[in-house]
């Protein structure tokens, strides 16, 4: 206990100057692409602890020696982009008439599967009913499910009659109509007067979607992604079997070379995409369950061309997986363009617990080209 109270002095100075290096290498980290050096993407995972690191020992020594408080002062002053990242409190405007609503979900194929709750499952009629009558004017789904034939998963015609979405982008049907469509989804009300297909990998989900929209004369790009999963399985990680040492050993290096293959993997996407939003004629809106931290590579290559919308009009933390273990993980996003779109009001619909993911909510106005 004393030598907590009063550390020896090189235990004090190492936290004083090694902390504040390894502090700011973290937030370097965040910028590296995993694609060339992978270790990037572990090290940027750090960040949130060398932030809360750094603001302690700023306290600690606010007490004691001003000059060394500083330093520590100025490590979470050059972290700040990164703590507004995290957290935000924000009052939101009232939405005005020219406005419009985007809904961004992933729907975990509707549980259509055995193992999910299937057909018959109760939260599966609740997300498609809640889907079919939620009033956003655009739907962004990611994981959509839709199989022509059968009464619950006949899910495309159910949300956009319902919703009376006169236009709907989805990937390509299957010739089979015995056989699912899986993918992501846009739903709008809004005219779409151009779409297509972003590949941004082999799987047939890793396909993102663009629609251009207009609205009052001019047009916007909504795209719609979804990236490389982080592949976690809660229950395999955190469950009860299987507890001997070699198991915990086996458990955590599958856990560090998914991590890996995923961190790779979409920092190529993301390369993909950016390209893709820097090239766009129109202002855009971002929606999609991008499986990446607020200190990634994805999400500090997508802000230097667009905004988030819940750094702009979020509360709290805004956490979007639906884990037991995993809470605390943001990774569904919507982005925007500021030069053309502002955000009026941005919420996390925690409430709505039918998937593994929550949905996401942004009321976005156009600003008119003067």
């Known amino acids: ?135 956003a004017d655009i739907k962004c789904l990611q994981e959509f499910y839709y199989l022509p034939g059968s009464k619950v998963f006949n899910t495309l015609q159910r949300i956009a009659e319902a919703g009376k979405y006169q236009w709907v982008t989805v990937p390509s049907q299957q010739k089979d109509r015995q056989k699912p469509t899986f993918g992501a989804a846009i739903f709008s009300k809004l005219p779409i007067v151009k779409h297509g297909i972003l590949p941004l990998g082999k799987q047939p989900h890793h396909k993102g979607l663009y629609a251009d929209v207009l609205k009052n004369n001019d047009t916007i790009r909504i795209i719609n992604v979804h990236l490389q999963s982080m592949s976690i399985d809660e229950e395999n990680l955190f469950g009860s079997e299987g507890h001997t040492k070699q198991a915990q050993q086996e458990r955590l290096w599958e856990l560090f070379y998914r991590l890996k293959k995923g961190f790779i993997q979409r920092a190529k996407q993301v390369a993909i995409l950016d390209e893709f939003i820097r090239q766009s004629p129109h202002p855009i809106i971002l929606c999609g369950d991008l499986n990446d931290v607020p200190y990634s590579f994805t999400y500090t290559t997508l802000k230097q061309n667009l905004h988030n919308a819940f750094e702009a009009k979020g509360s709290g933390f805004g956490f979007t997986f639906r884990g037991k273990q995993l809470f605390f993980l943001r990774i569904d996003h919507q982005f925007f363009s500021p030069k053309r779109l502002s955000i009026q009001r941005f919420k996390t619909l925690q409430e709505i617990a039918f998937s593994d993911h929550y949905p996401i909510e942004g009321v976005y106005a156009l600003e008119a080209i003067n």
């Open 1 to 135: 206990m004393v030598w907590l109270l009063k550390p020896p002095p090189w235990v004090l100075s190492w936290l004083r100057k090694g902390s504040v290096g390894l502090t700011l290498g973290a937030y370097v980290a965040a910028f590296i692409s995993p694609g060339s050096f992978w270790p990037s993407g572990f090290v940027a995972l750090t960040i949130p602890f060398f932030l809360i690191l750094q603001l302690f020992l700023a306290i600690y020594w606010l007490f004691s020696q001003y000059l060394k408080a500083s330093l520590h002062t100025l490590a979470v002053l050059l972290g700040l982009p990164f703590l507004y990242s995290t957290v935000q409190y924000s009052v939101n405007k009232v939405p005005d008439k020219n406005s419009f609503t985007v809904l961004s979900y992933n729907v975990r194929v509707f549980n259509a599967y055995d193992y999910l709750g299937g057909e018959k499952s109760l939260k599966t009629a609740q997300m498609i009913n809640w889907l079919a009558q939620h009033p």
